[in-house]
């Protein structure tokens, strides 16, 4: 048996990983890169497989990031069924969908350029009808039902407490009369958080792949966050201004809406002129949290109860769902107060990205980041310092108030991931750790040695493992490297045309002779540094 890592190692995102069997291939997760443009490139590239050969698919959760290759499979010839429970197949319902949209949308922007600039065309990775005619391939099943999907191999989805319908992964491989048991962590969430469930424990596994997203960080307390959440909205308000939250339209949008509506609902001391209105402006949040309540048995108790009692945890009296664009243009010419949640979360694309344009630049406003921004990001630069950025073709000078909640994550950190692997009464024998930016992987790594003297394995993307008789051998076949030394060589080229930048100048003048022979020495030094680089790029470009 086989495993390859496709995605999601030493980064986030592209979730993707290839189990080869003596009879079988299977793929866990078939996600979409984001990030930077070089990363984002490999959704175009051919898999690293032939997919007419994959015989069916397990899908941890909806996520983009994990399911959002699955047209580009189907398109190029995968005709096997798509595991997944319920509540993740009509997540993918919506959210496919809408991706397949925005590859539309993106292939036409470009053509508008390419079309003035006299070049060929592009076409989208999919379309909004591929996304469609992929839905039909999905199997439901429910959490806790093994099954027995052929002869050799066995599935069982846990509750990942991540997003609704999340799962952890439980797979039985028999080979030659042996049988190994992988699991899969997928993206584990946090226990005691609203509305879902806690992720639940594995009792044992030969094997584990693990996310570690958050490896190297222990989050805010989420009673902590929901009050800090609650100053910022008050004092931005008070002071006439717009807040602005870049969230998730799944999982994070609904948790949101569930906190505010325990803060407008039931804080009956509350003056009228601080229930400011929040808008919910995202088509796929609305669509979503309908979903939601069509998927209620995926709920924890406490909300359970409150649905029970009559209450909609989804809806209170100054709480409004923006459906039309219409709409959602008129948010930004209304000067009055208000809150406006909206997509992406990472600002990668969507309606957060107009409402930042016309709401960065104004020093009365706040943006309030959520959730976890992915390297190359905007929400990444903004959260991070950016004192100006490029909105839909113009540059925005940052003037708003930047604020990063991290106790909203609906991932699991350090002490969660560490927590969870207590609950094995059988460890594995090997931990291969993905679905983390390098740090984040190699520091989660160390404290598993350390705590549980287990061998992790941090694999590059590409490598290939090979089980056979208890022996584990790799392979590489490098795929992010490359990508990773060309987006150094950029990063390293703007350091040094900064430094030469401050050499030359001095308020717009270039600097008088005495300065030059001064530092004459540093600035030849530089330049050639700047020589050499520029040979550099040149050659990893021209590859």
């Known amino acids: 048996m086989q495993i390859q890592f496709l995605g999601a190692s030493k980064v986030v995102t592209g979730s993707n990983y290839l189990i080869t069997t003596d009879k079988y291939k299977l793929l866990l997760d078939c996600g979409m890169f984001q990030g930077s443009k070089q990363l984002e490139k490999l959704n175009f590239e051919n898999f690293q497989f032939n997919p007419a050969e994959i015989d069916f698919v397990i899908l941890s959760h909806a996520h983009i990031d994990h399911s959002g290759r699955i ?10 069924k798509i595991f997944s429970t319920k509540a993740t197949r009509d997540l993918c319902n919506i959210m496919l969908v809408d991706s397949g949209h925005i590859q539309e949308s993106d292939a036409n922007w470009e053509n508008n350029k390419r079309k003035r600039a006299g070049l060929p065309f592009v076409k989208p990775l999919y379309t909004a009808e591929d996304a469609l005619i992929s ?50 962590s997928g993206d584990l969430g946090i226990k005691n958080k609203p509305i879902l469930k806690n992720p639940e424990y594995i009792e044992e596994a030969d094997y584990l792949i693990i996310e570690s997203t958050y490896g190297n960080k222990i989050h805010e307390k989420q009673e902590t966050s929901i009050k800090r959440l ?13 807040v602005i939250i870049p969230s998730f339209a799944v999982n994070r949008t609904q948790e949101l809406v569930y906190e505010l509506n325990k803060y407008y609902a039931h804080t009956k001391e509350l003056e009228a002129f601080m229930r400011v209105p929040v808008y919910v402006d995202s088509p796929m949040a609305v669509s979503a949290t309908q979903v939601y309540r069509e998927n209620t048995d995926c709920f924890d108790e406490e909300t359970k109860r409150q649905i029970l009692n009559g209450e909609d945890p989804f809806n209170f009296e100054n709480l409004y769902y923006v459906k039309s664009q ?10 009055y107060p208000k809150v406006i949640l909206s997509a992406s979360g990472m600002c990668t ?84 750790i993905v ?32 089980i056979k008789d208890n022996m584990l051998r790799s392979y590489s076949q490098e795929i992010l490297e490359p990508i990773k030394k060309k987006e150094n060589i950029i990063k390293e080229l703007q350091e040094i045309y900064t430094v030469f930048d401050n050499l030359v100048y001095k308020t717009d003048l270039l600097i008088d002779e005495k300065m030059l022979k001064k530092d004459y020495d ?22």
């Not at 609650?230 to 717009?242: A, F, R, V």
């Not at 219409?326 to 000067?335: A, C, D, G, V, Y």
């Not at 679905?435 to 003297?453: N, P, R």
């Open 71 to 80: 047209p580009k499979l189907v398109n190029d010839g995968f005709k096997g």
């Open 135 to 184: 839905l039909n391939y999905f199997s439901p099943v429910l959490y806790d039902q093994k099954i027995e999907i052929n002869e050799d191999i066995a599935l069982r989805f846990r509750d990942g407490g991540h997003i609704l319908g999340s799962s952890i992964i439980e797979l039985w491989i028999t080979e030659k009369g042996k049988t190994a048991k992988i699991v899969f």
């Open 230 to 242: 609650i100053e910022i909205i008050n004092e931005t308000t008070l002071d006439g201004g717009t």
């Open 326 to 335: 219409e709409e959602s243009m008129r948010l930004n010419t209304q000067p």
């Open 349 to 432: 694309a969507g309606r957060i990205l107009h409402h930042l344009k016309h709401n960065l630049w104004k020093k009365k406003n706040s943006i309030v980041f959520v959730g976890y921004q992915a390297e190359g990001t905007l929400g990444r630069q903004l959260k991070e310092g950016a004192k100006k950025v490029k909105l839909l073709g113009e540059e925005v000078v940052v003037e708003a108030q930047v604020y990063s909640i991290e106790g909203f994550s609906g991932h699991a950190d350090q002490n969660d991931l560490i927590d969870w692997i207590k609950g094995f009464k059988k460890l594995p024998k090997k931990v291969f």
């Open 435 to 466: 679905h983390g930016e390098e740090e984040s992987s190699q520091a989660f790594s160390d404290l598993i040695q350390e705590k549980f003297h287990i061998d992790t394995i941090i694999p590059n993307m590409g490598y290939v493992f090979e």
């Open 522 to 543: 540093k600035l030849k030094n530089k330049l050639l540094e700047l020589n050499q680089k520029l040979m550099d790029i040149n050659m990893f470009l021209s590859k």
